[in-house]
């Protein structure tokens, strides 16, 4: 089947199971790794969130790379789309490389520079250490997913999640159970099972997309190009993230026992299976937009767009009331503490809001960064993020003591007013005249 023939159907499933398959990966590692502990449970949540940070630089490339080749393939031009890989394979590969020795053998430092709690530093460092050496896995993974996507084969990835995870499954089980290695086993676990995800991506992307006569540009017009819209986007994502640092920083001030932040990990566990039906429309909706734009079909573009968004708000809610009314009963999974239950079954009644405001941000957001417009998404995510999520998070939360329900407050007015940004951005239909690339 030609790629631009394929539906959201298609696309959308395949991505969202992928997506669950990776959730069920920190699901997982969270669920064992709370029988040792609940402090444990918010170490590896955050030193997760550092990793996060600190990768951020892999999605300049993947994140416009993607946006090409969707736009390439659209208009025919299938060598060029295979030419914008390779560049972005290369880039990765080295400042991959890079980051796996920082945090490899400088975990310790850099979390004692950014603060964490006394009692999650060290099970924190190992997990960074182990996890965040081979962080260049995670720098080659989206590369790969990302070119089956963009070329329409969106199954592969989901195939080659799932039998990471089950990877991840069993070695849990062994090296945290059978050899009693803790974090480092749950650690060891992770590594394993993003190199099964890696070499299965690279196989499916030599079997299933093959590149005859290439039609090429200049490397030099190709990186700009991936350049152009993935460094914005990019920038976009460090900034959350260094929000994100910025709030757990808070919130671990708020109790030396790490409470508050160890409910805002397990709130985040459960929370990604309805942020996943979101990012997974995304993905597949900015796939489509990079199609059509190719095409020139900029009408299909704007309806696309909008079903896109009704559909995935309808999910997402749906699941955040689902997990919600199953607070507890979600919960006793992973602690039998009464006031964590508690705590963690108000923040996903929250959650029901927030997700409102992030699905319709993740949609038109990566819309407007596929046909271009990445720069207005940056500028708004720098207000809100730092105004609503982070200013809220320390207002809410630590000058009216509200504490992690204070974070999330800011957190929820934070995706709502720049999800009211990019949908009136759209509507403005400015998008229309970005794209330079065809």
């Known amino acids: 089947m030609n790629p631009i023939q394929k539906s959201m159907k298609q696309l959308f499933v395949p991505i969202y199971l992928e997506m669950l398959c990776s959730t069920l990966t920190g699901m997982i590692d969270t669920v064992m790794v709370s029988s040792v502990g609940d402090q444990t449970v918010g170490a590896v949540g955050t030193a997760n969130t550092y990793i996060s940070m600190f990768i951020i630089m892999f999605s300049v490339i993947s994140t416009g790379m993607a946006a090409v080749m969707t736009v390439y393939i659209g208009a025919g031009k299938l060598g060029t789309a295979h030419q914008a890989m390779k560049l972005g394979l290369y880039f990765n590969l080295a400042t991959g490389s890079a980051l796996?020795?920082?945090?490899?053998?400088?975990?310790?430092n850099i979390l004692q520079l950014i603060g964490i709690a006394d009692s999650l530093l060290e099970p924190a460092r190992t997990y960074l250490s182990i996890v965040g050496g081979f962080c260049i896995l995670n720098a080659l993974i989206p590369v790969y997913s990302g070119y089956l996507r963009a070329f329409g084969h969106s199954r592969p990835p989901f195939l080659t999640a799932t039998a990471g995870n089950i990877v991840n499954l069993i070695l849990n089980a062994v090296l945290l159970f059978g050899f009693g290695l803790g974090v480092a086993g749950v650690a060891c676990?992770?590594?394993?099972?993003?190199?099964?995800?890696?070499?299965?991506?690279?196989?499916?992307?030599?079997?299933?997309?093959?590149?005859?006569?290439?039609?090429?540009?200049?490397n030099r017009r190709i990186l700009l190009q991936i350049v152009r819209i993935g460094l914005p986007s990019a920038l976009e994502a460090a900034l959350y993230n260094t929000a994100m640092t910025l709030i757990i920083s808070l919130l671990n001030r708020m109790d030396s026992a790490g409470i508050h932040v160890t409910a805002r990990s397990y709130a985040a566990q459960i929370t990604n299976f309805s942020y996943c039906a979101g990012a997974?429309?995304?993905?597949?909706?900015?796939?489509?937009?990079?199609?059509?734009?190719?095409?020139?079909?900029?009408?299909?573009?704007?309806?696309?767009?909008?079903?896109?968004?009704?559909?995935?708000?309808?999910?997402?809610?749906?699941?955040?009331?689902?997990?919600?009314?199953?607070?507890?009963?979600?919960?006793?999974?992973?602690?039998?503490?009464?006031?964590?239950?508690?705590?963690v079954g108000n923040l996903l009644l929250m959650d029901i809001i927030l997700e409102v405001g992030r699905v319709t941000n993740l949609v038109f957001g990566s819309a407007l960064k596929t046909s271009g417009d990445a720069v207005f998404t940056t500028i708004i995510a720098v207000i809100f993020m730092y105004l609503c999520a982070v200013g809220g998070t320390y207002l809410f939360g630590v000058r009216w003591n509200w504490l992690v329900i204070g974070a999330y407050a800011g957190m929820t007015l934070d995706e709502c007013a720049r999800a009211a940004c990019m949908l009136i951005r759209w509507n403005s239909g400015k998008w229309r005249s970005k794209l330079t690339i065809v």
């Not at 394993?192 to 090429?216: C, E, M």
């Open 189 to 218: 676990a992770t590594v394993i099972s993003k190199l099964v995800t890696l070499a299965g991506n690279i196989f499916a992307s030599h079997r299933y997309i093959q590149i005859g006569d290439p039609d090429r540009e200049s």
């Open 280 to 343: 997974a429309f995304a993905q597949a909706n900015a796939i489509i937009i990079g199609w059509n734009l190719g095409a020139k079909r900029l009408d299909e573009c704007d309806k696309s767009t909008k079903q896109t968004a009704l559909f995935g708000i309808i999910i997402a809610v749906a699941l955040a009331t689902l997990f919600a009314a199953a607070s507890g009963l979600i919960m006793g999974m992973f602690t039998d503490d009464s006031y964590m239950k508690k705590l």
């Open 100 to 108: 796996s020795l920082i945090l490899g053998f400088f975990s310790g």
